[in-house]
């Protein structure tokens, strides 16, 4: 059974930090494309950073210098560590894997960003 399970979210101050993890299992995941999404209210789910297989990153401009992504394949996990965060950070957080037309997501975890 597959599986993605999101970890980390919580409520910080602005400028303060979080690392999301996300745990995989019941499927390849060192052959498998990782991603982080994130979907405020009212808003639609957006691409927040992505990591190949091969480990090539990338992120929405938004985060570029403030987020890393990362993957541990003998773990299979892929984390999320957010830096200077800021209210527009505010979101639910989802870990999507996929590998051609094969995709699974996570069912997401909560950050919010206030003071």
């Known amino acids: 059974q597959v599986q993605l399970v999101e970890s980390g979210g919580g409520l910080v101050q602005p400028g303060g930090s979080l690392r999301l993890s996300c745990a995989a299992s019941g499927f390849t995941f060192s052959s498998y494309f990782m991603s982080w999404y994130r979907q405020a209210p009212g808003k639609e789910r957006e691409l927040v950073a992505s990591i190949s297989n091969s480990g090539v990153k990338n992120y929405v401009d938004s985060v570029k210098g403030r987020f890393t992504i990362s993957r541990d394949n003998a773990k299979n996990m892929v984390y999320l560590q957010m830096n200077s965060l800021k209210p527009e950070d505010t979101a639910v957080y989802y870990c999507?894997?996929?590998?051609?037309?094969?995709?699974?997501w996570g069912q997401g975890t909560q950050v919010t960003v206030s003071s």
């Open positions: 999507k894997s996929q590998r051609l037309s094969v995709y699974y």
